[in-house]
């Protein structure tokens, strides 16, 4: 037999209807917000990665799915969106000025190569949002408040919003140079995979995630205490904009992302629900003012974020949502062969009214068409066979209270229709109480 791949998983039926609601929300809150859907292919040049995630980056040395195509040209599975949205407005020209700032979202599956653990796949959706072509404080309140919002929506709450400046280019270049004078004295404490990182990239040393590192990484210089004036005043007013709207977050000092193109803010949103585990991290983002110049593209200053859609369902099993059920308004059961009569016609009608018809195909017993009308969860029986074809007549039998009456078929959809929207006939039918 033939399995999946590891850190791969298939949705099955029983499950669709949470990622159907999810992705309804995520639909909703975006056009609340003003933003337009973006759709990438999910593979792109090898180079696109590389030069925006960052040559140094775990994502990129270690987590890359590259293949060659059969032209022998390098090709990614992509990693994550924001790159390809970076790549795809260039393209486009999508940033001629009366479209700016665009603000955009995307909805996918991303690929990396990570060890496999709850929260944490091989193949992961996304749901992320970009504002591009403003450097405004504003529009990192937008993300955050957009991100805010989304949770809200989901019921999530026990959030908690991480929030740190990494600062414009002078004050990376300014912590850059305190950082390493730090590790120079210190990184002979650090584990190898930290040695390695100092020599390709410093700030990447502090995304170490082995215990015994913390205590020599949690004295290191702080990216917030080398701020130019312009930096801090952005941050200054990013955060006096969130106290204006009341949304609760913590400075942590330590947040740099694992990816390489930010600038000022970044954030990340947590909840400690328990069915989380570990990965905790509902969402990561940040400013990035650099990224467009560095693609070869105009110098458009951007923010965004992503979402893992996976930890928010895993954060959704704690949480009672009551998750709506694909309904299923009528099950037409033959009591002949449908071929004989004009059942198949009857059935697509209602369908062309919107109403959800079953039936089945494989000429079973009346018994065991009423069993797989209940296993569906049928709300009307629909019950015809030659003499109700003789007669034009169908015999509607409501599932909760176990009536049956006898209705006109040129009548049907209009009483099943009231029936199910609970409003009697607007024609009089004999099968409505109202009638
Ligand atoms: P990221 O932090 O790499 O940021 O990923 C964002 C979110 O994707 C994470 O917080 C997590 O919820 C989810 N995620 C990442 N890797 C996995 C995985 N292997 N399995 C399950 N979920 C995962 C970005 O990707 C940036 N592009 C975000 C951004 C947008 N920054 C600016 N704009």
Redo the contacts with the bound molecule.
């Keep these: 037999m033939i399995r999946k791949i590891k850190?791969t998983y298939d949705v099955l039926p029983e499950e669709i209807n949470k990622w159907h609601n999810l992705e309804t929300v995520m639909r909703n809150v975006a056009t609340l917000f003003n933003f337009q859907e973006i759709r990438t292919p999910i593979f792109e040049a090898s180079e696109l990665f590389h030069r925006s995630?960052g040559e140094t980056t775990d994502?990129v040395k270690k987590?890359t799915y590259d293949f060659l195509d059969r032209g022998k040209r390098l090709n990614t599975l992509r990693?994550?969106?924001?790159?390809s949205?970076v790549r795809s407005v260039i393209e486009n020209k999508l940033y001629t000025e009366e479209n700016l700032p665009l603000k955009l979202y995307y909805y996918g599956p991303?690929f990396?190569y990570?060890r496999?653990q709850k929260?944490?796949?091989?193949q992961?959706?996304?749901f992320?949002?970009?504002i591009i072509g403003t450097n405004s404080p504003l529009s990192d309140v937008e993300?955050i408040n957009f991100a805010a919002t989304f949770l809200e929506a989901l019921k999530i709450d026990k959030i908690k919003i991480r929030i740190n400046t990494l600062g414009d280019k002078e004050s990376k270049d300014n912590y850059r140079v305190a950082l390493n004078e730090y590790l120079d004295k210190h990184i002979h404490k650090l584990c190898s995979d930290c040695n390695r990182r100092y020599k390709e990239n410093p700030l990447r040393v502090l995304d170490c995630k082995v215990d015994k590192d913390s205590e020599t990484l949690k004295n290191a210089p702080k990216p917030l205490d080398y701020l130019s004036d312009r930096a801090k005043m952005h941050f200054d007013q990013v955060l006096a904009s969130l106290d204006q709207m009341k949304l609760n977050y913590v400075i942590d000092s330590n947040l740099v992302?694992?990816?390489d193109?930010?600038t000022h803010t970044v954030f990340?949103i947590e909840s400690d629900l328990e069915t989380l585990g570990a990965?905790a991290?509902?969402?990561?983002?940040?400013?990035?003012n650099n990224l467009y110049s560095s693609l070869d593209g105009p110098d458009l200053p951007?923010?965004?974020?992503?979402?893992?859609?996976?930890?928010?369902l895993l954060a959704l099993e704690a949480i009672d949502s009551d998750t709506k059920k694909q309904p299923l308004h009528c099950y037409f059961i033959n009591l002949g062969n449908p071929l004989e009569t004009d059942a198949l016609k009857i059935i697509n009608d209602l369908r062309h009214g919107g109403l959800v018809v079953d039936y089945d195909f494989l000429n079973k017993s009346l018994k065991a068409q009423f069993k797989q009308a209940d296993r569906l969860n049928a709300r009307y029986y629909l019950i015809y066979g030659d003499e109700e074809a003789k007669k034009q007549v169908i015999n509607v039998k409501d599932s909760e209270t176990k009536e049956q009456v006898e209705v006109k078929l040129d009548e049907l959809y209009q009483y099943l229709y009231n029936c199910l929207t609970n409003k009697s006939c607007s024609k009089s039918c004999d099968g409505c109480e109202g009638c």
Excluded: C, N, W
Aim: proline share 4%; net charge neutral; hydrophobic share 35%.
């Design positions: 850190g995630v994502i987590e990693p994550e969106g924001t790159a949205v991303m990396r990570e496999p929260g944490r796949q091989r992961f959706h996304q992320g949002a970009e993300i992302r694992g990816l193109y930010y990340e990965q991290t509902l969402v990561g983002g940040g400013r990035y951007a923010m965004g974020f992503a979402f893992g859609v996976e930890r928010l």
